[in-house]
């Protein structure tokens, strides 16, 4: 498909198609669907092009330098600075995704390390389950503290 120019576009139906564009995506509700999306809009090398972004904000985000981050991700240093300067002077999306990001990763981490908790016999995790009712309260918590996003419950 060709190339389309915004500003040869009517402003205000730029801003229309833009927010049927922006209402879609915010209507998906899972993963398996956001992801069935971008991969009928979005060919393979556009979709690595935009996570590698995204990665490449996480990484400076947390501190790495432009040298650690162009070794990890074979990328370079052009791109680095392009993301570094959105992720400055932008409108604070990058900040906000890496925010929620870190925190969805965090959850499952820790929900990673209940579960391998859960399998050795004898950890406290598997006492738990196994007499359910002498741990009500820790069980009635641990519910409640790791219950994912809705739109990750599916």
């Known amino acids: 498909m060709?190339?389309?120019?915004?500003?040869?576009?009517?402003f205000k139906?730029?801003?229309e198609i833009l927010k049927e564009f922006w209402t879609t995506i915010?209507?998906?509700?899972?993963?398996?669907?956001?992801?069935n999306f971008f991969k009928d809009l979005l060919s393979?090398?556009?979709t690595?092009?935009?996570?590698?972004?995204?990665?490449?904000?996480?990484?400076i985000y947390s501190g790495l330098g432009y040298d650690e981050i162009e070794k990890k991700l074979h990328t370079s240093p052009t791109t680095i600075a392009s993301v570094h300067a959105w992720l400055d002077g932008g409108f604070g999306g990058y900040i906000d995704a890496i925010t929620k990001l870190r925190k969805e990763l965090g959850r499952q981490a820790a929900l990673e390390?209940?579960?391998e908790k859960?399998?050795?016999p004898l950890s406290f995790e598997s006492l738990k389950r196994k007499y359910p009712l002498h741990f009500l309260l820790f069980n009635a918590a641990d519910e409640i503290k790791y219950r994912p996003p809705k739109r990750l419950r599916k």
């Open 2 to 10: 060709p190339r389309a120019k915004p500003q040869n576009t009517p």
């Open 13 to 15: 139906e730029r801003q």
């Open 26 to 35: 915010a209507l998906l509700e899972s993963v398996d669907e956001i992801k």
């Open 44 to 46: 393979e090398s556009e």
């Open 48 to 59: 690595f092009m935009l996570a590698r972004r995204l990665k490449i904000a996480r990484l």
């Open 113 to 115: 390390e209940k579960l």
């Open 118 to 120: 859960a399998r050795d």
